[in-house]
T-cell receptor, first 112, second 113 residues
């Protein structure tokens, strides 16, 4: 089972709203990631969690706040976003040494 | 930083034709990954390559890890309409943690029935 589940699939939020994106995997992977993908562009890394600890933050603005409650769950809390933050947000996971990452289906976020 | 140059940028082919696309870098990669992405969906892993010279197949797909470690190609044989999508090569940058991937810009494949 190579499934990473993301909710919601679509989200529209205002610039003053607070919302959260959720990601879950049950493959026993100990590394989880958030990627951002703009239209017609490749995914770009935002955050990496390894063994539930934040190991990489690719200079992401503080209006994006990741959280890893346990080894199966990953959240991305959103607050005071801008319209340019509208994108497809992808969650992924991988095993300890393998670099092959498995992606969820993404959350299409629109900021109005 | 390390970059992956993927070509062609787009392809328009007839159903049944074979397809070839490649990915090159000025730097050495120890792993090459090929993903396919459908519109509005997440990338799906097609093939993973870990050894220079490795040739791996997945159904009608075949990928090879270049001997120089600086390139990889993906072939699709006897294309069908469901092969439509964007194909990305990806790999971990030198010194990156597991799963910290950089992606090529993608090859958009269109298949005419």
């Amino acid at each position: 089972d190579t499934e990473v589940t993301q909710t919601p699939k679509h989200l529209v939020m205002g610039m003053t709203n607070k919302k959260s994106l959720k990601c879950e995997q049950h493959m026993g992977h100990r590394a989880m990631y958030w990627y951002k993908q703009k239209a017609k562009k490749p995914p770009e890394l935002m955050f990496v969690y390894s063994y539930e600890k934040l190991s990489i933050n690719e200079s992401v603005p503080s209006r994006f706040s990741p959280e890893c409650p346990n080894s199966s769950l990953l959240n991305l809390h959103l607050h005071a976003l801008q319209p340019e933050d509208s994108a497809l947000y992808l969650c992924a996971s991988s095993t300890r040494r393998d670099t092959e990452a498995f992606f969820g289906q993404g959350t299409r976020l629109t900021v109005v | 930083g390390q970059q992956l140059n993927q070509s062609p940028q787009s392809m328009f082919i007839q159903e049944g034709e074979d397809v070839s696309m490649n990915c090159t870098s000025s730097s050495i990669f120890n792993t090459w990954l090929w993903y396919k992405q459908d519109p509005g969906e997440g990338p799906v892993l097609l093939i993973a390559l870990y050894k220079a010279g490795e040739l791996t197949s997945n159904g009608r797909l075949t990928a090879q890890f270049g001997i120089t470690r600086k390139d990889s190609f993906l072939n699709i044989s006897a294309s069908i309409p469901s092969d439509v999508g964007i194909y990305f090569c990806a790999g971990p940058p030198r010194g990156g943690s597991q799963g910290n991937l950089i992606f090529g810009k993608g090859t958009k494949l269109s298949v005419k029935p």
